[in-house]
């Protein structure tokens, strides 16, 4: 078991995990107290004291399934003549809405022989198996079906039809995770697990490309986005009201002493002043940042829920402010819905013009730029070739106490092309390329902590 | 270590016994943190019965609870201990003209020390579970304050020396996860995740904390509140919602969950106006009448 132990210490730390010494220690002496033949129990243990961070159980998962594989049913496979795909179907169909987890084991281990068309000794992930077992079982056919023999009382309730819904979605969903370990285990058998995790590595979600995330992963990323919004907004707020401490109150330290004979044992310090920091956002919503224009603005939004002096403005060829959509009572989904149909970004052709977007900017919302503010932009500075209004994008950033601009491509492209990202940034404090959570998490620290020249010196 | 607990299941069942139900992970997680004498660090959304987890597990092993409260700005006077300097000055008043060495023995010494939960916890004669709950609120360095406590179950009081826990106590550390905690708080702690329950388990919960509730009800309610969380809101609900919602439905006299009865009662369940009328659109419900708004 130990040696096992390691090697599936060793695959978390390959896929990202930070497993440290004290925590594999920990695993091993949780053994002790583990029911190996329980794959839950097993399940409980590792992941308690390998896995702290709640986004990584999707990675542990992926893994712990390969290292540990839900054995396939011995038997069903050449005592039964293979069925024809119909009656496999229907077999399936009773086992699922009978909840009978083991039969429908045993079917798919038959249908997996039958369709999947595994070709022993190449190194494949195997979700192309699963994929193939999947199309020849017609899941949305499946689907149907289950809905149809779920049919309910009342037809026309909405909550019913939601929660019929949602039961086939998950019923379908486990038919697909057995058909996944199924697959998993014989390659398992063949392979051995440590090559067939290494082929089927999935990445941590803060390593995740923004830019060629899947819908899945997109969705999930989203998720996250909420509490780091969140832990940004703490963080400015703490750092506001424990970061320094202000001079002696006279007043309440004598009030204080009368408590102890007149001794002065007890200093009491006058709060800091400060002041709240405003944040301004810039973002290209064009084409091109679509995916990424939709992080910035949902960051935006949770931040505005959480600090009050929030405004941010979209622009591709024209800029407008869009504040107003992303309002703290109103869904994001909306807000984008509403933004893009109501905010006027498009003057041309609505390719991004940043040299416009900026002159337009210091026209007409100058005022929003105080020399509090944190000025944040965010997009892939290509201009299409067009005049890059340097003037005034430095204009405004002198006014601001902080620019900060994130590039969501991969440096080694900007000033590629069309890309003038290296006439913008003398003016800006930090660039940062951020393209994964792990670095828009980077940035969130870092935007946190005040550069200590700009911290206002109490008066 | 208690004797009682042989096996993961004798954790679930001792825990059900005093009202809280437990699944299989949890009660692993439990009987680990028993056996290897570890903290529990119980993460997760709020209102799944983190807190309740650490009440449980007092109640069911007949231990005192003792709880520390974090909240921004807690220091080692409010966590720790705190010398009691009204005392030591009216001693010192009383005794003018003694010796400077008796004295400084004097008011350092166990009489003038005002204890604070977790010195209390680790003091303690008899064995205490120890709460220490949401623990993301205080700062990053704070959370060093702990870290003496959690690894060796110590405290070290410069004046008097070190002070170790005569038996082990039983720690939970709760957090709703603001913020990442430090990897030192981490590295000493067992990790348990406390998502929203299954439907099968919120059901269970239901019918534990409102029995006069039909079953089909609290299964069709456990279903309704599952497909209600997959829909994105700002706050979902939580278990403690829909147990107060599953008492509203009971005393309105309501025994099926019609579009109608729900969209009444939607407001028990959600807190936003904006997540009310996301989730109405989302499950077609028909406009509230006037009684939920």
Known sequence: ?????????????????????VEALDAANALQY??????????ASLGATLVKNPRHYRTFDAVFDVFFTARAMPGGEDDVAPPDVDALRDALLDAILEGDMEAMRRLVGQAVSQFAGMQPGRPVGGR???????????????????????????????????????????????????????????LVDERGAEQVAATRRVPLLEDIDLMHATRLEIAEIERAVGPLARRLATRLSQRRRHGRRGRLDVRRTIRHSLGHGGVLIDPQFKPPKVTKPEIV??????????TFARFTLQLTYAISSELSKV???????????????FGTDTDFGDALMNMSAEASLVRRDGHSDYGRSFEEFAEKFSEAITPRTTLIVTGDARNNYRPTGVDSFAEITRRARTTFWLNPESRSYWDTGDSVMSVYSPHCDRVEQVRSLRQLERFVELAAVPRSSAVPIPA | MNESWNAPSDVGASLAEVGYLADARIAQVAFLADRLGKPVLAEGPAGVGKTSLALALAEATGRRLVRLQCYEGLDEAKALYEWDYHKQLLRLQADEGAEWNELEGDIFSESFLLTRPLLEAIRSEDPVVLLIDEVDRIELETEALLLEVLDSFQVTIPELGTVTASSTPMVVLTSNNTRELSEALKRRCLYLHVPYPTIERERAILAARVPDLPEVMGRRIAEAVASIRAIPTRKAPSVSESIDWARTLLALGIAELSDDAVSDTLHVLLKYQSDIEKVSKELSLPEATDAAS
């Open chain 1, 311 to 325: 405004r941010s403005f979209a622009f591709i060829d024209g800029l407008d402010e869009v504040t107003r959509f």
């Open chain 1, 281 to 290: 956002v810039l973002c290209d919503v064009s084409g091109s940042m679509a």
């Open chain 1, 34 to 43: 583990t029911d190996l033949t329980d794959r839950e129990n097993l399940r």
């Open chain 1, 128 to 186: 192309y198996y699963t994929y193939r077992v999947m199309r020849q079982l017609d899941a949305d056919d499946l689907t149907l079906r289950l809905l149809a023999a779920l049919a309910v009382i009342d037809a026309d309730s909405g909550v019913e039809e939601r929660i019929r819904r949602d039961r086939v979605e998950s019923m379908i969903a486990s038919l697909r995770q057995a058909v996944d370990e199924d697959v998993t285990s014989r």
């Open chain 1, 1 to 21: 078991m130990n040696s096992t132990l390691s090697a599936f210490v060793d695959e978390l730390r390959a896929t990202g995990v930070p497993v440290s010494m």
